[in-house]
């Protein structure tokens, strides 16, 4: 697949927090008015809506809990977990056994990944609120080397628990495909080939990928949009 480069002026290197619908509603202005491509996409979608998670090490579990499950299925059981552990903190995860967090229905690959970032944590090996404030890929490749940790949880954790305004999830299917008919590309786009693709839209490309994910919805609607 062949990316055609577009020069764009770069906003200055930040961190910015998408904390607030304000935040976000900010940020979009900024993409829209700076790359003349996004601004079609925007009036068809319109000012999306904020997505927000719980942040700390309950919100990093909860993304884990739900890896590859339905919404309903990962619902279920990160309610009895969050029951069976109330407050939800790592070091009850860490002393808790296995075989209980298994009734309780995570798999056994959870239950290593849960109690991995648990230690890591008491050992001080790992600062969650400190990657808020991280360059967002620095971040990312922070949370990716942790066992169970994947680029899509990593971001998602980033973007929605961290509000941070520059989390790019380049591994998600429908931001890809968003992004294909967006930008009038001939294949949907690899998680390597979204990472140039995003360039222009730092330090925001975490407001940029609301954006994408409103496109989606949008092209949901229409019948035979979407490729499969």
């Not at 930040?14 to 009036?43: C, G, S, W, Y």
């Not at 904020?50 to 309903?72: D, M, N, Y």
């Not at 229905?105 to 808020?132: F, H, P």
Request: aromatic share 6%; with cysteine; proline share 6%.
């Amino acid at each position: 697949m062949t990316i055609a480069k577009r020069r764009l002026p770069r906003i200055e290197t930040m961190t910015v927090h998408l904390n607030t619908q304000a935040d976000l509603e900010d940020a979009i202005h900024a993409l829209v008015k700076r790359d003349p491509r996004l601004k079609p996409i925007f009036q068809l979608t319109g000012m999306p809506a904020l997505r927000q998670r719980e942040p700390g090490f309950a919100g990093l579990a909860a993304i884990v809990t739900g890896q590859q499950l339905s919404t309903a299925s990962a619902a279920a059981i990160w309610g009895r977990l969050s029951v069976a552990f109330d407050p939800f903190h790592p070091d009850a995860i860490r002393k808790a056994r296995a075989d209980r967090l298994g009734r309780l229905g995570l798999s056994a690959a959870k239950i290593k990944t849960l109690k991995n970032i648990a230690r890591e944590l008491a050992a001080e090996r790992l600062n969650l609120d400190v990657l808020a404030n991280e360059d967002a890929d620095a971040a990312h490749n922070t949370l990716t080397a942790l066992h169970g940790i994947g680029p899509w949880t990593a971001d998602v954790y980033l973007l929605f628990c961290l509000r941070h305004g520059d989390a790019w999830p380049a591994g998600d299917l429908a931001v890809q495909e968003a992004v294909k008919i967006g930008l009038g590309l001939k294949t949907r786009p690899t998680p390597k080939e979204m990472a140039p693709l995003a360039e222009p839209w730092r330090p925001l490309r975490g407001a940029a990928a609301h954006l994408w994910w409103s496109y989606y919805r949008v092209l949901k609607k229409r019948e035979g949009v979407i490729s499969k």
